[in-house]
């Protein structure tokens, strides 16, 4: 049992350039969630899917897309990669969504520099 | 709007000695808090969380906190701090808009030294 899984660890990108992070979970967890985080702003959501083929914004959705692939894998991708992005990015599972209460399990991350 | 303050950047404990990470929320509704804890290049590990119930909630490592609803607080506390809790905490609130998306504070270094 993995948990929450996401790759690369580490990416180093030139402006403009895209990419695609991965994430997949093991626990059979309906909601999954993207967060950046960076120095001195804790964590802020990205965007979230509540279950397995909805997807929806959070508070800082402008230059991201994702993509639910299964109940499994949700993936982030950057367009068109801006220094602005610079960060770590973390990914999350819970058990349940749709407003109910559980806990959110995450990946160990994935560190990326936009130059 | 739900929100999460941690007021101190850093905190420091000599190991042995109790120590207190504080949090205050501002939610409309019942709150749902949680406290997550982060090491050096890793993700975040949950250590607790109140829905409902008993004012003091324990968790993983020896960890508590003591939610004071007139305070609207959600302090973490330990009764003897090791040098191995030195990490970054981060104390969260559940969000509406989100779902059931975690609204996160900037989070506290916590540093025992031995």
């Known amino acids: 049992n993995a948990g929450v899984t996401q790759t690369p660890k580490f990416q180093v990108l030139k402006t403009g350039q895209s990419m695609t992070l991965q994430c997949a979970q093991d626990?059979?967890?309906?909601?999954m969630y993207w967060y950046r985080q960076d120095p001195g702003m804790g964590l802020r959501l990205i965007y979230y899917?509540?279950?397995?083929?909805?997807?929806d914004k959070g508070e800082v959705p402008n230059g991201y897309n994702v993509s639910r692939l299964n109940k499994r894998e949700f993936s982030l991708r950057l367009e068109s990669a801006a220094p602005s992005q610079t960060s770590v990015y973390f990914c999350?599972?819970?058990?349940?969504?749709?407003?109910?209460?559980?806990?959110?399990?995450f990946g160990p991350g994935t560190r990326l520099t936009v130059l | 709007a739900q929100s999460v303050a941690q007021p101190e950047d850093q905190v420091n404990v000599a190991e042995g000695n109790p120590l207190t990470v504080k949090c205050t929320y501002s939610v409309s509704g019942n709150p749902y808090l949680f406290w997550y804890v982060q090491y050096p290049n890793r993700g975040l590990q949950f250590l607790l969380k109140y829905i409902t119930g008993d004012n003091l909630v324990k968790g993983s490592y020896g960890f508590e906190a003591e939610f004071n609803k007139s305070q609207t607080s959600f302090h973490l506390k330990k009764p003897s701090a090791l040098v191995s809790d030195s990490a970054l905490y981060f104390c969260a609130v559940r969000g509406l808009q989100a779902g059931t998306a975690l609204i996160f504070g900037k989070g506290t270094t916590l540093s025992v030294s031995s």
């Open positions: 899917s509540a279950s397995e083929g909805t997807t």
């Open positions: 626990m059979n967890h309906n909601s």
């Open positions: 999350a599972s819970s058990e349940v969504g749709g407003g109910l209460v559980d806990t959110q399990y």
